[in-house]
């Protein structure tokens, strides 16, 4: 899978909740656990998502049990927004990856994400959809004008954006810069 | 090279697939991210754990 087709298949996943949960309105920050609903719905994949105690080099991680549960574990030492954030990472990759992409092999997994040299299967790149998928939902391309206009005409800074979105502030830079937005005070 | 725990339960359970949200990877060893995913469901399986939910209000922009 490319990162067009992510990008694709986030925007046709977020369209589906929009219409179904909001209809015309746009919110500034989805509600991203009515989001995995959707997912729950059009994929089959049941979603039971905890907040635990977890050391600090995990986020989350998503689970998929033989039942078709999908577990998904969130840091408690994440704020909200970065639980939020997880969650949509998490959830993503039901709808991003099917069976043939699954992964299984923890240890070469963990090898892969810390060490690029040891990512001989593109298991790194497979997180990193999930993680431009959550960006797609949560800091969506629809709402690129508003941002704009939030920014320019209302001086409104990235962190009073991300508290907007209930995003990651690290996420809405980024976005801001992709989409060449980024005010100076806050390069 | 002996099976970590986690790779062990994730067999003991019929897991189907497993993704990991490191919080720094440059800053992780891959034993760090297996001992923390183990970890996570030794406290998912012991109940210390509570639902994640989204209390995010409505605000709209139009």
Known sequence: ?187 | MSTHPFQKWVEDKGVVDVRFYPSNPSASMAKDLLDSAYEAVREYEAGNSVPFEDNTPDHFIS
């Open chain 1, 1 to 187: 899978m490319n990162y067009d087709d992510v990008i694709r298949k986030a925007r046709d996943m977020r369209a589906l909740f929009m219409q179904e949960h909001y209809g015309a309105k746009i919110p500034w920050a989805v509600n991203v656990q009515k989001f995995g609903r959707v997912v729950s719905e059009k994929t089959g994949w049941q979603v039971v998502s905890r907040v635990l105690p977890i050391p600090d080099s995990l986020r989350g991680a998503l689970i998929r049990m033989p039942d078709h549960q999908a577990l998904i574990l969130i840091n408690d030492k994440n704020n909200e927004c970065w639980k939020r954030f997880t969650f949509l990472k998490e959830v993503s990759h039901l709808f991003l990856e099917d069976e043939g992409q699954f992964i299984t092999d923890t240890e070469q997994l963990a090898s892969s994400l810390v060490d690029m040299e040891m990512d001989s299967d593109g298991y790194s790149l497979r997180e990193a959809a999930g993680i431009l998928a959550a960006i797609e939902i949560g800091i969506p391309e629809a709402i690129k004008s508003a941002i704009f206009h939030a920014i320019n005409v209302d001086g409104l800074t990235p962190y009073q954006i991300a508290y907007r979105l209930k995003m990651p502030q690290k996420y809405v830079e980024y976005r801001l810069r992709q989409w060449g937005i980024m005010p100076d005070s806050g390069e």
